[in-house]
């Protein structure tokens, strides 16, 4: 079993920045992917990015060049760096784990931690 637990969510004006970061535990963490999706109420849940195990990343087009994602193994840690936000990036951010090569589509990930909210006003 895999328990993750994300932080760093919070209200911020738009040109600024936020860092979400996500704790796992339970497995061997460094050998799996990890992916951040956001999805606002009434919506499906949306890609941001993922990270493979030796680090490649992807990201959605609507963040490439804005977020960053990035893990430390030795802290079964996975972040997602948030600059130039745009009022548009306001949902709740989850972060998930997949036992196998990364992902953009949302079934295809194992465990979910619980959300943590980013709104960015305008």
């Known amino acids: 079993q895999v328990h993750l637990v994300e932080s760093g969510g919070g209200l911020v004006q738009a040109g600024n920045s936020l860092r979400l970061s996500c704790t796992a535990s339970?497995?061997?963490?460094?050998?799996?992917?990890m992916g951040w999706f956001r999805q606002n109420t009434g919506e499906g849940r949306e890609f941001v990015a993922a990270i493979s195990w030796n680090g490649s990343t992807y990201y959605a087009d609507s963040v490439k060049g804005r977020f960053t994602i990035a893990r430390d193994n030795a802290k079964t840690a996975v972040y997602l760096q948030m600059n130039s936000l745009k009022p548009d990036d306001t949902a709740v951010y989850y972060c998930?784990?997949?036992?196998?090569?990364?992902?953009?589509?949302?079934?295809?990930?194992?465990?979910w931690g619980q959300g943590t909210r980013a709104t960015v006003s305008s």
């Open positions: 339970g497995r061997t963490f460094s050998r799996y992917s």
């Open positions: 998930a784990l997949r036992t196998s090569t990364p992902s953009i589509i949302p079934l295809n990930y194992d465990y």
